[in-house]
């Protein structure tokens, strides 16, 4: 029996927070059930302060560990680090290009396939799978899926 593979939607975030959101939730989805991902998505919003990137990068320690007790997420070490290095990722997009927005234009003279190579090493914890998730869901173009 073949596995088919849960399209998730399409939303042009409004904002850097929407990015920082949809981004944290590719990463969160590689690895584990998207339908565990899904339920508990309102006790991520609650854990990263509704995804405000300036609250989330001025994580410490401290957070790190009750983000770890904390039973309304996926408590993975990893990408709990790599939500709060993105969160420092993005403000700095935010300083260099004026938003994440204007740098994903800034890559609109790549392939798709520089486009992945340009977030892959820019962002913590995202790979070529969860990148094509964050681009697809974030309204970008993207190849089919079978194509990617």
């Known amino acids: 029996m073949q596995r088919t593979l849960e399209v998730p939607h399409k939303v042009t975030p409004a904002d850097d927070s929407g990015y920082f959101e949809e981004l944290t939730k590719a990463i969160f989805r590689a690895g584990f059930s998207w339908a565990v991902v899904r339920a508990k998505w309102d006790g991520f919003r609650a854990a990263f302060r509704g995804f405000d990137i300036q609250q989330v990068a001025g994580y410490g320690p401290d957070d790190v560990t009750r983000l770890l007790e904390a039973r309304a997420i996926i408590r993975n070490r990893r990408k709990i ?53 964050f681009l697809h869901c974030v309204n970008e173009e993207t190849p089919a899926w079978q194509d990617r």
């Open 81 to 133: 680090a790599a939500t709060i290095e993105n969160a420092r990722a993005v403000l700095d997009l935010a300083d260099e290009h004026g938003s994440v927005r204007h740098y994903l234009r800034s890559l609109d003279t790549l392939d798709y396939y520089g486009r992945v190579r340009a977030l892959t090493r820019l962002f913590a914890g995202l790979g070529r799978t969860p990148a094509f998730v």
